[in-house]
């Protein structure tokens, strides 16, 4: 079946500090790819999505390309800021009846 | 006009009661979904349901019962409630394809 392996955290950077989480996946098909990002408190939003091979997401600075021979999704961002402190999923599709798989969560801290 | 939301957001009770969560979204999506985030932000599925039909069914003890009355809706209801039920519960609907879910804020449940 479908999985999705993500660093494990927690991550602590100094803020304009370069961010990498590693994300890897194992799906059928060609399954679309996404990030979401959870801020204490509330509920899982998209940062961004990749649809197909070589696609780059990109969303506030944060960005990431489906590397379809290496079946990897990985986040990166040039400097972050203490307000990008939270948890971040990776997330597949392959379709079907919708059911997304979601690695483990990786959280991040920015200290000023 | 939030596009998904559940309530109650915070529910403290006892072990042994009986509760109910409500889900709402306003989106227009056929699909909605019941995942529980441990402490540890592991996101579980749940539940799946499209245009009222269950159609995903997770290893989840038979005491936690679904509910969509329409598409715009889908409830969970907990029975006999123990201290592991214990979690943040989120609702998310989905539009289908290579679309994002979107998630409600969570309703934290606590068992005394």
């Known amino acids: 079946g479908d999985s999705v392996t993500q660093m494990e955290g927690p991550v602590t950077l100094s803020e304009e500090a370069f961010l990498t989480i590693n994300c890897t996946y194992t799906?059928?098909?060609?399954?679309?790819l996404f990030w979401y990002v959870q801020y204490p408190g509330e509920g899982l939003q998209l940062l961004l999505k990749?649809?197909?091979?070589?696609d780059k997401g990109s969303n506030k600075g944060f960005e990431a390309t489906y590397r379809k021979e290496t079946t990897s999704f990985h986040l990166e961002k040039g400097s972050v800021q203490v307000s990008d402190s939270a948890v971040y999923f990776c997330?597949?599709?392959?379709?079907?009846?919708?059911?997304?798989?979601f690695g483990t969560g990786t959280k991040l801290q920015v200290i000023p | 006009d939030t596009a998904v939301s559940q309530t109650p957001k915070y529910l403290v009770t006892q072990m042994g009661n009986d509760k109910s969560i409500k889900c709402e979204q306003n989106?227009?999506?056929?699909?909605m979904y019941w995942y529980k985030q441990d402490s540890k932000k592991f996101l579980k599925i749940m539940f799946s349901y499209n245009n009222k039909e269950l159609i995903i069914n997770e290893t989840v003890p038979n005491r936690f019962s679904p509910k969509s009355p329409d598409k715009a809706h889908l409830n969970l209801h907990i029975n006999s409630l123990e201290l592991g039920d214990s979690a943040v519960y989120f609702c998310?609907?989905?539009?289908?394809?290579?679309?994002?879910?979107?998630f409600g804020d969570g309703t934290r449940l606590s068992i005394l």
């Open positions: 989106l227009g999506h056929d699909t």
């Open positions: 998310a609907s989905h539009a289908g394809g290579n679309q994002p879910q979107h």
């Open positions: 997330a597949l599709n392959s379709g079907g009846y919708q059911k997304v798989t």
């Open positions: 990749a649809t197909k091979a070589d």
């Open positions: 799906a059928t098909g060609y399954p679309s």
